[in-house]
């Protein structure tokens, strides 16, 4: 069986929301912390500042109990308009399973806000695969989490 080297996934969302809330949303670690998961988990731990060069950390946890750290790096940032971060998520020993290149993409749409989300997967591990077989449908339930949240804030 061959082993995947790379995997792309592009997500586009409208959110009922201006670009400004949008932002902070994937911006502020308090927003963050409350939608960047998957629905049935939840992050305990998170380590959030996004300006360029900053070190990433979240802690995701299933409802089984299980924690499932991701660690990464804070790219490119531009206030209401990019947001690119490097991520991994790590196996039992701390070791990067992936790396994933994330690259959001905000645009106005009258009172709405249009993101592009690209992800491109790289150095993917064969014990991967479960994370990225599941890993439109996460981020797709994590976007659907950040719908809720937006219409709180």
């Not at 959110?15 to 939840?42: I, M, N, S, Y």
């Not at 924690?67 to 039992?92: C, H, R, W």
Request: proline share 6%; net charge negative.
């Amino acid at each position: 069986m061959e082993t995947q080297t790379t995997k792309e996934i592009n997500i586009s969302r409208i959110f009922d929301a201006p670009r400004d809330l949008v932002w902070k949303a994937w911006t502020e670690e308090k927003h963050v912390q409350q939608w960047f998961c998957p629905k049935g988990f939840t992050i305990p731990v998170i380590d959030w500042d996004a300006k360029p060069g900053n070190k990433i950390y979240v802690q995701m946890k299933g409802s089984d109990g299980n924690i499932y750290p991701m660690n990464g790096e804070f790219v490119e940032i531009t206030p209401q308009d990019k947001f690119v971060f490097i991520g991994s998520a790590l196996d039992d020993k701390g070791k990067p399973l992936f790396t994933q290149l994330a690259t959001a993409v905000f645009e106005e749409e009258g009172n709405k806000t249009k993101m592009t989300l690209l992800l491109q997967y790289s150095d993917i591990r064969p014990e991967a695969a479960p994370h990225l077989a599941g890993a439109n449908t996460g981020w797709n339930m994590s976007l659907d989490k950040l719908v809720e949240l937006l219409k709180t804030m």
